[in-house]
C-alpha cells in the first residue's frame, strides 16, 4: 500500500465511527456464499442482465422486463459457457426488441465476455465473500472503461465484498490530491484496487475492512447508520480529517463542476463566495458560462439588474446566453432572477424579531445596513430594548439633518416610555457613506443621554452608518459616562 493511501485508509479507520462500521464489516463476513451452486450463478445472471438494461439505457419497464426481454434472461439457460460462440448471442438477442445496432453490439460483446469469464472460473478465497485484486479486476474487465467501478454493484448484490469502491477512491483523491471529482480518470480502478491489496498477504481481511470503512466515510452505507463526511456533496465543516485534507482544508479551488459549486458553498458558507459564484450555484454554472457571468457582473451591477423587467431580463440572459436549457438550473432564468430578487428586497426590510438578544453594535448595523445604504437623506432611529437587552422594537424619530430641532429628547424618550424600554439604541446614516460623526452627533448624543440618565432609560450606544461600514460610540469608548 502506497504510504499516502495508507495515512487516509488508516486513519479513516481509526474514527470512532470507523472502527464500529469495521466490526459492523466483520459480522457481514460470517455469511459463507456458495459460489459453486448453480442457482447462485442463475441468480447473479439475472442480476447483470437487469444491470445491463439499465446501464445501456435499453427499453424496458420495470413490470414487464421478464416478458419484453425473455430471450435475453433465458441466455444463462440455453448458453453453455464452454461450447457458445459469440454468433450464437447475437442470435438470441435478435428477438429482443429492437435497439440501435451500436447498443445492441456492445450487449452482445459485455455478454460474450461474462460466458468466457464463467468458462475460466470465479474464486472466492476461503469461506468469506471477499474477491481479491485479480477477481476484482476479472469482472470489471467485462466491461468497457467507464462501466469498470459500476460494474462492481452486481458483485455486491449477490453478497460480495470486491475492492474498488468509487466513495472510497474518490474521497482518497479529495484528501490526497485535492482532486475533488475522483474516479473520473481511466485506469483509476486498478489503481485503487492495487492500492488496497498491497498488505492483504499479511491481513487477508484488512484490505476490505479498511476499505469498507472508508467507503462508509464516502457515505456509500448509510443504511449501517453513518451519513459519512464525504459523500457527492461533502461536509467539510463536521469531517474530522479536514485539517489533512488536501481538499477540504485548501484556498478556493476553481470548480470543475456544478457539485463542486454546491461543495464549496457548504464548506466555505456563502459569505465568502464572490457574486458570480453565487450565480454558479443559482444557475449550475460551470466553465465558459461562468466566465461569462462573471465578466458580465462587473459591468452590470446586481442593483441594476434587479431594476429591470422580466422582459428585459429575459434579453440580457440571452445576449449572454444563458436564457434557456433543458436543466431544472436552466429553466425560466429570468422568473428566478426576478424571484431571487424579491427575497433580497424582502430581506432587507425584515426587522428583528421582538425578543431577539441585543448582543452588540453589529447586530444593529446588519438591522439597518441594507434599509439605509441608498438614502438620500439622513434618518434618525430609536432601538428599544427590555431590562435583558432584547428587542423590544424601533421607531423612526426623524428625517433630515441631524441637530438639536429634529431630535429632542421628548420625542426619543416618550416611545421608549410607552414600550416599557429598560434601555435603547440610537441609530442614524450618513448617505455620504463616511459614519465618521460630526461635533453635532457628539452634542445630540450626550444631550440624549443625559436624559435618559434622569428619567431612568440609559442610552448604550449610538451607532452612525455608511457604505458597508459603521461607527459605534461605545465601542470607541465615546459614550458619556
Known sequence: ??????????????????????????????????????????????????????????????????????????????????????????????????????????????????????????????????????????????????????????LRAMGLHPLGSRGAWRAWRRFGAGDFAGAAQPGSLREWVATCEHDAREDPAGAHRREFTASAFAGEWRALGWEGHCGDIPDCVACPLRAECAWGGAAQPEPRSAQEVLALLRRDGPAAMPT???WQVLFGLTGEASEVVRVQLERMPLRALAGKSLRELEVWLAEQGLAGGESDHARSPPERLQALFELSRRFSEERLIAGATFRGAQDVFNHFRLRLRDSKQEHFFLVMLDTRRRFLGETAISQGTLDRALVHPRDVFSAALREHAGAVVIVHNHPSGDPSPSPEDINVTKRLAEAGALIGIPLLDHIVIGEGRYFSLAEKGLMPA
Open 276 to 278: 458570480f459564484r453565487l
Open 1 to 154: 500500500m502506497s504510504g499516502e493511501a495508507a495515512v487516509f485508509l488508516h486513519r479513516v479507520a481509526a474514527l470512532e465511527r470507523g472502527r464500529e462500521l469495521a466490526r459492523a464489516f466483520d459480522a457481514l463476513l460470517k455469511t459463507a456464499i456458495p459460489a459453486s451452486d448453480p442457482a447462485w450463478h442463475a441468480r447473479l445472471f439475472e442480476t447483470l442482465v437487469r444491470y445491463l438494461l439499465e446501464a445501456l439505457r435499453l427499453p424496458a419497464s420495470v413490470g414487464a422486463a421478464y416478458w419484453e426481454w425473455a430471450p435475453l434472461f433465458r441466455l444463462d439457460r440455453e448458453i453453455d459457457p464452454h461450447y457458445f460462440s459469440p454468433r450464437d448471442i447475437a442470435e438470441k438477442l435478435s428477438a429482443c426488441p429492437p435497439v440501435p445496432p451500436d447498443t445492441r453490439e456492445a450487449l452482445a460483446d459485455i455478454l460474450s465476455r461474462y460466458f468466457t469469464w464463467r468458462r475460466q472460473g470465479f474464486h472466492i478465497s476461503g469461506r468469506q465473500p471477499l474477491l481479491g485484486a485479480e477477481e476484482t479486476l476479472r469482472w470489471a474487465a467485462l466491461f468497457p472503461a467507464d462501466q469498470a467501478w459500476d460494474s462492481l454493484r452486481v
